[in-house]
Nanobody, 126 residues
Framework: QVQLAESGGGLVQPGGSLRLSCTVS????????MGWFRRTAGKEREFVAA???????YYASSVKGRFVISRDNAKNMVHLQMNSLKPEDTAVYYC????????????????????WGQGTQVTVSS
């Protein structure tokens, strides 16, 4: 059974930083594309970042330059370092896993991701 578990969410002031982590079990992590999505109330789930098994990383334009996705293949983990946080980054953040064969043009879609974590709340507020 595939399980994804996020951690690291919380309350932070604007301009601050948080690091989210996701541990994956029950799946061959090294052959998996990992992604982070977020959802705010009343909105569709939004792509944030993805990391392919070959090290390629991809970001939404709204977070590029502020967020960094990284993966630790030895520990079956993926991280999202979030810097210069803004109130509009407030959301529930989800990590997700997709087949390693997922093509680049589909990384921003939710559909290829077949396993999801339960989500962790990030609130950016003064």
């Amino acid at each position: 059974q595939v399980q994804l578990a996020e951690s690291g969410g919380g309350l932070v002031q604007p301009g601050g930083s948080l690091r989210l982590s996701c541990t994956v079990s029950g799946r061959t992590f090294g052959s998996t594309t990992m992604g982070w999505f977020r959802r705010t109330a009343g909105k569709e789930r939004e792509f944030v970042a993805a990391a392919r098994r070959n090290g390629g990383t991809y970001y939404a334009s709204s977070v590029k330059g502020r967020f960094v996705i990284s993966r630790d293949n030895a520990k079956n983990m993926v991280h999202l370092q979030m810097n210069s946080l803004k109130p509009e980054d407030t959301a529930v953040y989800y990590c997700a896993a997709a087949p390693g064969s997922t093509i680049v043009s589909e990384l921003t879609w939710a559909r290829p991701y077949d396993s999801w974590g339960q989500g962790t709340q990030v609130t950016v507020s003064s």
